[in-house]
C-alpha cells in the first residue's frame, strides 16, 4: 500500500524530482507545483535532492535553479501562503472544516443533484402525464 511517509526520502521520490527537474528544465516553481507529497516546507529538502543529483552528474544544472533569486523564491511562498488562505476563508464561507471538509461538499453535491433529479421528473410529470381520464358513469 502507498504511504506519504514511504515516498517521502524513496528512490521513486528521486526519481519522480529528476524526471521533473528535467521536464521543467529546472523550475523550481513548476516543480512544486507538480511534485507528489510537497508542501512549501519541503523545499529546501527538495532542493537539496536535486542540488545533490547535479553535483553526482546525474541530472544537467539547468541556469534556471542554480541562479534561481531570493525574490522568486519569496514570491512562490508568498503565492503558496495566499492560496491557503483563500481556501481557508472559503471553507469559512461554506461553514465546513478542514477534516470533514471533502465528505461535506459531497454530501451536498449529491443532496443538490437528487434536488434537481426531483425537480426534472416531477417536471416531466406535469408535461407528458394526463390526468386520469374521467370514467363515464354505467347507468
Keep these: 500500500?502507498?504511504?506519504?511517509?514511504?515516498?517521502?526520502?524513496?528512490?521513486?521520490?528521486?526519481e519522480d524530482l529528476c524526471r521533473l527537474y528535467i521536464e521543467f528544465d529546472g523550475d523550481m516553481d513548476r516543480i512544486m507545483e507538480s511534485a507528489l507529497c510537497a508542501e512549501t516546507e519541503d523545499e529546501p529538502?527538495?532542493?537539496?535532492v536535486l542540488q545533490?543529483?547535479?553535483?553526482?552528474?546525474e541530472i544537467p544544472a539547468?541556469?534556471?535553479?542554480?541562479?534561481?533569486?531570493?525574490?522568486?523564491?519569496?514570491?512562490?511562498r508568498g503565492k503558496v501562503a495566499m492560496e491557503r488562505e483563500e481556501a481557508e476563508a472559503r471553507q469559512r464561507e461554506m461553514g465546513i472544516?478542514?477534516?470533514?471538509?471533502?465528505?461535506?461538499?459531497i454530501k451536498r453535491k449529491q443532496?443538490?443533484?437528487e434536488q434537481k433529479f426531483n425537480s426534472l421528473i416531477s417536471d416531466l410529470e406535469d408535461k407528458y402525464c394526463?390526468?386520469?381520464?374521467?370514467?363515464?358513469s354505467a347507468k
Design 52 to 57: 545533490s543529483l547535479i553535483e553526482a552528474q
Design 1 to 14: 500500500m502507498w504511504s506519504q511517509k514511504k515516498y517521502i526520502g524513496s528512490a521513486k521520490e528521486r
Design 62 to 76: 539547468y541556469r534556471a535553479f542554480t541562479h534561481e533569486s531570493a525574490h522568486k523564491r519569496r514570491n512562490r
Design 45 to 48: 529538502r527538495i532542493r537539496k
Design 97 to 105: 472544516s478542514s477534516e470533514d471538509s471533502l465528505t461535506a461538499l
Design 130 to 136: 394526463e390526468d386520469e381520464p374521467k370514467r363515464k
Design 111 to 113: 443532496q443538490s443533484n
